[in-house]
C-alpha cells in the first residue's frame, strides 16, 4: 500500500494569510493525487484532483502542485470558511489511501 | 443534483454481520465506479473498498479484505457493502462515495458501532 504523509498536522493562521500543506506519497503516484475539505459533521468536499485540477465551483484561491512524490496544496488569501480540516489521497492505485489530515484552525 | 442515501448502519456485537446499502439518483449511476470510505470517530479518513461501473473489478483495502463485499445493482441505482466477522475497529461513519480514483460527490453517511 502507498503510504501518504502530510504535514504539518495542524496549522494556525489568520484570515488573509497564504498557507501551504504538503503531502508526501512513499512512492511516485505521477500527478494522482487529490485534495479534500472537511468540516465538522461534514462529508468530505473534492477542492483538487489530478495534483491541480480545480473541482467544479471550488474558488480560485485554492491551488495543488506536484508530481511524482511530493505535493502541496495552497491557499492564497485564507477566507474564514477555510478553516476545516483537509486530506491527500492517492489515486494511483487501490487501495487508494489518505493522508492522516491536516487541521487549520484560526489563529 | 447528485444525491447519495446510505443506510443499514447499527449496533453490531463483534463476529457479527451487517449490510450496508447506497441508493444514487441524480446521475447515470451504470455508468461511474462507486465507493465506501470510512471515517472512525474523531479520526482520519480510510478508503474501504471500490467497484467498477460495471461491477465486474472491485477492489478493497488490506483491513477488510476477506471480511467485507462491495456490489452494486445497476438496475436499480444502489451499491451495496456485505460486512461479516465485524470488529471493533470497524466502528465508523460509513459514506458511500461516486467514484473511485476521483471522489467527486459523497453521502452523508451511516454510522457502524461494533461493541458488546
Known amino acids: 500500500d502507498i503510504q501518504m504523509t502530510q504535514s504539518p498536522s495542524s496549522l494556525s493562521a489568520s484570515v488573509g494569510d497564504r498557507v501551504a500543506i504538503t503531502c508526501r506519497a512513499g512512492?511516485?503516484?505521477?500527478?494522482?493525487l487529490n485534495w479534500f475539505q472537511q468540516k465538522p459533521g461534514k462529508a468530505p468536499k473534492l477542492l483538487i484532483y489530478?495534483?491541480?485540477s480545480l473541482q467544479s465551483e471550488v474558488p480560485p484561491r485554492f491551488s495543488g502542485s506536484g508530481s511524482g512524490t511530493d505535493f502541496t496544496l495552497t491557499i492564497s488569501s485564507l477566507q474564514p470558511e477555510d478553516f476545516a480540516t483537509y486530506f491527500c489521497?492517492?489515486?494511483?492505485?487501490?487501495?487508494?489511501?489518505f493522508g492522516q489530515g491536516t487541521k487549520l484552525e484560526i489563529k | 443534483e447528485v444525491q447519495l442515501l446510505e443506510s443499514g448502519g447499527g449496533l453490531v456485537q463483534p463476529g457479527g454481520s451487517l449490510r450496508l446499502s447506497c441508493a444514487a439518483s441524480?446521475?447515470?449511476?451504470?455508468?461511474?465506479?462507486m465507493s465506501w470510505v470510512r471515517q472512525a470517530p474523531g479520526k482520519g479518513l480510510e478508503w474501504v473498498s471500490g467497484?467498477?461501473?460495471?461491477?465486474?473489478?472491485?477492489y478493497y483495502a488490506d483491513s477488510v479484505k476477506g471480511r467485507f463485499t462491495i456490489s452494486r445493482d445497476n438496475s436499480k441505482n444502489m451499491l451495496f457493502l456485505q460486512m461479516n466477522s465485524l470488529r471493533a475497529g470497524d466502528t465508523a461513519l460509513y459514506y458511500c462515495?461516486?467514484?473511485?480514483?476521483?471522489?467527486?460527490?459523497w453521502g452523508q453517511g451511516t454510522l457502524v458501532t461494533v461493541s458488546s
Open positions: 462515495v461516486k467514484g473511485t480514483t476521483i471522489n467527486t460527490d
Open positions: 441524480g446521475f447515470t449511476f451504470s455508468g461511474y465506479a
Open positions: 489530478a495534483a491541480s
Open positions: 467497484v467498477s461501473a460495471s461491477g465486474g473489478s472491485t
Open positions: 489521497q492517492q489515486s494511483y492505485s487501490s487501495p487508494y489511501t
Open positions: 512512492q511516485s503516484i505521477s500527478s494522482y
